[in-house]
């Protein structure tokens, strides 16, 4: 961002939101090397008026894209060498003048093209206004190089030597032929040959005193000569007097023209940065076309109201999200299960809130509404960094250190897996104290967790919302959907059958969650004691996963309910644990949550039965009794304790 002063923290996001390869994107799209660092340069704004010039630019540039129209940027080939010795006195070669006066043309059209548009563009427009196509320069430069190649036209003096030169070249060129003629009988061949710039005759070595004038050369056999005959040297002499006075004149043309350029040098080194500009600008424009991107609803808040959103670098197929964070929705909790997009999402809603604040057009519904913040900090990934010995819990910390350091009701934070990489209940407490501290300063948040812990701090707390990653249960295959206003489920049971967890494996840790959603754990040993033998479980992996999806609710036949059975409660849409089987009239008593109520048999499904979860001894008053009360059972038993009683449990709330 631009009002970041710690390096670090800027470009720690800018990577993990992945920010660095869309401006990878983006300078692709243009076609000078001035545009691409200005691509590469760009940085999110933090001001609500600089932030929507830039969007009405790129607005501006896409429009006039889609209206078909060819726009004449220049790849300002060879310029750039040119221009950086501007003002230094540096004599420019041929090639580098006749490229500029091509580039003067270029910016000649651009004016042109930008004047026609001036009404559909009116921000494009402005920058032609700094623009100076300097005509004198221009034709000058077209007048004295053409093809590489001084013009005789370049000066009255350079036309003159030249025609002395051609005169003096045509002498030479009478001469030699004559001599070839002439001595022709003591020549190897009748051709006429240069060696070093000199008309010579191959001559034989037997016949060289017939041939008067200087050897510049011989054969490697040494049998020939290339003499340059003496009839011919004093004709080569006037024509080497001309071509050096041509060299001298072409070298003082040079030298005037480059104190013209010299003389141009605002004119010229504006028309760069323009030239340039205009190459990101539309460059900007392009991207927008290739993905799809929009002017959204700018606002001058710090909020975003998302709608159809997707992530820029993962194309069309991505499943768009929606969402919003404002006054009403200050926090957003996101579960669900791993792989289910939740790490996505997040990077999606920071790499548009950047990609909006720096001029970009975002692939979202038009009628999306994004704010302008001042900061976006973002943790994303375990962060870990074996080069700095940090743990990926210090390193998550190390992110939100500097995050609270400098937040404020006008940034975006970006976290992702809270309480992740340390102790499960510590890590839970520290970071819904982050949560709080943040809240009260205003600072817009979305995380993402898996702890229930979080999620109910989410439900509780005015400003604070949850969301999900929906997840298909029958298929258990995430479908990558953004649902506000409820809480996820992690499935990891179902994804792990999925994934071929073996069965066994899975229905101990069904027991363990089972009994630890009861509101108290078996210990180590007792569950050892209750493991089945290899023989008690079924052949059929698929019974696994119908174990590890039970919790989604998928009904199956059952059996008489008895206590100490694990079994899907419809009307609440969790797990209980039965405390007393059906009376007469089919009423059963379950345990959920530590609390006993009462539903109709038939609003209940077997999930597992006691005897699959519990050894044939084990005593199921840990499941059902508080630890006070089991101890108090406890002494009851060795001795009498006066005025002490022990209730057989709770008057059970009355359900349907």
Known sequence: MTKLTNETIDRHTMTQLDYDQLLELLAAETVSPRGAALARALRPASEYTRVRSLLIETEEARQLIDSGASVPLSAMSGVDPLLELLGKGAIYGRQELEQLAAWLQAVRQMQRYMADKAERALYLGGYAERMESCPQLRETLETSIRYGEITDEASPELGRIRRHLRTAEEQVRRRIDQALMKHRDSLQELVVSQRGGHYVLAVKRSARKQVKGAVLDESASGQTLFIEPQEVVAAHGEWSSWQSEEAQEESRILAQLSSLVDAHHRELTANAETMAQYDFIFARAKLAVRQQGCLPRLMDAPILRLRGARH?????????????????????????????????????????????????????????????????????????????????????????????ARASGRTLVLLDELAAGTDPAEGIALSIVILEELAERGTRVVATTHFNEIKTYAANTPGCRNARMAFDP???????????????????????????????????????????????????????????????????????????????????????????????????????????????????????????????????????????????????????????????????????????????????????
């Open 312 to 404: 820029p670098l993962l194309g069309e197929g991505t499943v768009p999200l929606s969402l919003r964070l404002d006054d009403t929705v200050r926090q957003l909790i996101i579960t669900g299960p791993n792989t289910g997009g939740k790490t996505i999402a997040l990077k999606t809603v920071g790499l548009l809130a950047m990609m909006m604040q720096s001029g970009l057009l975002v692939p979202v519904d038009p009628q999306s509404e994004l704010g302008v913040f001042d900061l976006v900090f973002a943790d994303v990934g375990d962060g870990q960094s074996m080069s700095q010995s940090l743990s990926t819990f210090s390193a998550h910390i190390s992110a939100v250190a500097a995050m609270l």
């Open 474 to 656: 029958e298929s258990l295959r995430p479908l990558y959907r953004l649902e506000m206003g409820a809480a996820g489920e992690s499935h990891a049971l179902a994804i792990a059958a999925r994934y071929g967890l073996p069965a066994r494996v899975l229905r101990r840790a069904e027991a363990r969650l089972q009994t630890a959603r009861s509101g108290a754990w078996p210990d180590t040993a007792q569950m050892s004691a209750a493991k089945p033998t290899e023989d008690e479980w079924p052949d059929d992996e698929q019974d696994a996963v119908k174990a590890a999806t039970r919790s989604g609710g998928r009904p199956t036949a059952q059996p008489t309910l008895r206590q100490g059975d694990s079994v899907w409660v419809h009307p609440l849409g969790c797990i209980g644990i039965v405390y007393k089987g059906p009376d007469p009239r089919g009423e059963v008593i379950v345990q959920v949550q530590g609390r006993k109520l009462a539903y109709n048999q038939k609003r209940l499904t077997l999930q597992i039965s006691a005897a699959e979860l519990y050894p044939e001894d084990y005593d199921l008053s840990i499941v059902f009794d508080a630890k006070e009360t089991r101890k108090l059972r406890k002494q009851m038993s060795r001795k009498y304790i006066e005025g002490a009683s022990i209730e057989s449990g709770e008057e059970p709330g009355k359900r349907s």
